[in-house]
């Protein structure tokens, strides 16, 4: 849940301050006093675009901080909460004192963007996948979405929940092994002498080296091996020596273990005991000489005598480098070349049969494609049919008694001609009225569009719990009735889900758990308009407020008078629906 947020410098406001509960809350205030703002305050906090010409003038940056309580998004789907968790320990953010986090967007005047979640830097994409489950923000612009047929999809696919998801996920992997598949099966017919060259080239090269059969580390090897073979003699006696002074020759020289192993025996039998510590240090002394003595007999005996040896040795080093000059730096880089000729020449084979399997391969996927895109479509047009009964009970509640939402899932092309990542259907969308049906770009009205993305909403929040949902004037181009039934609608929302909705109608405004006006001030040497501040109202100054709304008339009796009739009535109609509930 969003509890703070604080904006700086950012369009028309200076320095604002604006405390979210529970429940429904309305931001009203005069026509450029920059209510807006705090949406697009909030879009930058979501990870939206850094806009520089947002950035108020004369201010050298504009700065949003918002404050989340993430122990109200308990409820808030089981995933999500995984990821959201993994997601601020991977980012190495902290916890303020009372368990909140603090996301902040920083956008200078320069267009730079910084962003900062729990303390620590992130990237702004960062700041948008944490938002993602926690705030999802809904302004005019939106409407204009919905009218995009991938739009109207995803809506039909998040209604269908989990059956949708994993439909669509089958479907996908199919789809992508199927596109790989048709392109590897074209490659090869339609450049299959190129390939056969190509091929003919990675199979020479792999001969090569198989004939050769390189181990990994065998260049340093050899390297090590010549340098002995061809310093063996020098070796030999380097180490024959040092061998003859520890272990000696077996005749006349004394052994220079033997002779420190002797002392260790006359210190030990001295029966003094300052010397036993002397004692014992050339015991070890002698105990680590003789194991030294036998690592070099061993040495001895496995050093090369034969000079075929080194002759071997060296032709193996000349065919290595052969083999590197063609394929790589080192041995093994030849063998990583030899691991990827060998999948590329599978990729390449035009061989009949080759080609046969491929075929074989592809028509084997077309099926499976097929098959996941008709049960796709199934959970579509079950999902498109509810989703349809149930936002035309919602457009009931909101005045738009006469209109009914259809949902048409109908195949994109013939066969898998028209197959895209999404699936083989085209989703419509239409409002059907009492001139017929057509889709919602070509008939409905600025009002019934932002009337039928609240049913939207309502209908597709109802499979997620917690979260804040952000409504920007979604009650533009109506009133009278229908804003009224707008103003039930999103206080019964505000029920599951902390609702913050910026509205210019009284009638919404009404029914809000907490208002907040946005107040303007005239800065006359700035020579422009400045935001002071956001305040909560409540009591006699909402009351104001409200009559400000509906007409201007917040000095007449009879402008508060309707004020005070249109807020009362409003709380009695939402405490009596939760008695009901």
């Known amino acids: 849940m969003l509890t703070e947020l604080r904006i700086s410098g950012l369009g028309v406001i200076d320095e604002a301050v604006a405390d979210f509960s529970p429940g429904l809350s309305v931001l009203t205030g005069e026509t450029g006093a920059g209510k807006t703002m705090v949406v697009t305050g909030l879009r930058l906090l979501a990870g939206g675009r850094a806009d520089p010409g947002r950035v108020r003038r004369g201010a050298d940056k504009a700065l949003v901080e918002g404050r989340f309580d993430l122990t109200a998004a308990s409820t808030m789907d ?67 979405r919905l009218l995009r047929a991938d739009h109207q999809r995803d809506a039909v696919d998040t209604h269908g929940g989990d059956a949708a998801r994993a439909a669509l996920e089958a479907y996908r992997e199919t789809f992508r092994r199927w596109r790989r598949a048709e392109a590897s099966l074209a490659e090869r017919t339609g450049r299959a002498r190129e390939l056969a060259r190509e091929a003919d080239l990675l199979r020479m090269g792999l001969e090569e080296i198989d004939a050769l059969a390189p181990q990994s580390g065998e260049g340093a090897e050899l390297d090590a091996l010549i340098r002995r073979l061809t310093d063996s003699e020098e070796l030999r006696e380097i180490a024959g020596r040092a061998h003859e002074a520890l272990a000696g020759d077996g005749e006349t020289a004394e052994p220079m273990v033997g002779v420190l192993d002797q002392l260790r025996q006359r210190l030990s039998g001295a029966d003094d005991p300052a010397l036993d510590p002397i004692a014992t240090s050339i015991g070890q002394a002698v105990a680590a000489l003789g194991d030294a003595a036998t690592e070099l007999g061993l040495y001895l005996a496995e050093l090369p005598v034969d000079a075929a040896d080194l002759d071997s040795a060296l032709e193996r080093r000349h065919d290595l480098r052969a083999l590197t000059r063609k394929y790589g730096t080192d041995v093994d880089d030849v063998m990583d070349w030899a691991e990827k000729a060998r999948v590329r020449l599978a990729e390449v084979d035009t061989s009949d049969s080759a080609v046969a399997e491929l075929e074989a391969t592809v028509a084997r996927l077309a099926a499976e494609l097929a098959d996941r895109g008709a049960a796709l479509t199934d959970v579509r047009r079950a999902a498109g ?71 939207l909403e309502v209908v597709l929040a109802e499979r997620s719990g917690g979260g804040t949902l952000v409504f920007d004037e979604v009650d533009a181009g109506v009133g009278g009735r229908a804003a009224l039934s707008i103003g039930k609608r999103l206080a019964r929302l505000a029920r599951t889900h902390q609702v913050i909705a910026v509205t210019h109608l009284a009638q919404v405004a009404a029914y809000a758990d907490t208002h907040l006006v946005v107040h303007k001030d005239s800065d006359a040497d700035a020579g422009d308009t400045v935001v002071s501040g956001v305040r909560a109202v409540a009591d006699t100054d909402r009351v104001t407020e409200l009559a400000r709304m509906l007409a201007g008339m917040e000095d007449t009796d009879t402008g508060l008078a309707h004020a005070r009739e249109l807020l009362e009535t409003a709380q009695n109609q939402k405490s009596q629906a939760l008695v009901d509930r």
């Open 385 to 455: 049919a509810d989703l349809a009964d149930r936002v035309s009970a919602e457009l009931a509640d909101l005045s738009m008694g006469g209109a009914r939402l259809t949902v048409r899932v109908t195949p994109s092309g013939d066969g898998l001609e028209g197959a895209t990542e999404s699936g083989l259907d085209d989703v419509v969308l239409e409002l059907d009225g009492p001139s017929g049906a057509v889709p919602l770009g070509k008939g409905a009205s600025g009002g019934e569009l932002s009337r039928v993305m609240l049913a």
């Open 78 to 144: 089981e995933s999500d909460r995984r990821e959201l968790d993994g997601l601020l320990e991977d980012s190495d953010a902290e916890f303020d004192e009372d368990g909140s986090v603090i996301a902040v967007r920083r956008v200078g005047a320069d267009g730079r963007s910084r962003a900062r979640l729990g303390g620590r830097s992130v990237p702004a994409g960062t700041l948008g996948r944490f938002c993602a489950p926690l705030l999802a923000v809904h302004g005019q612009n939106d409407q204009l």
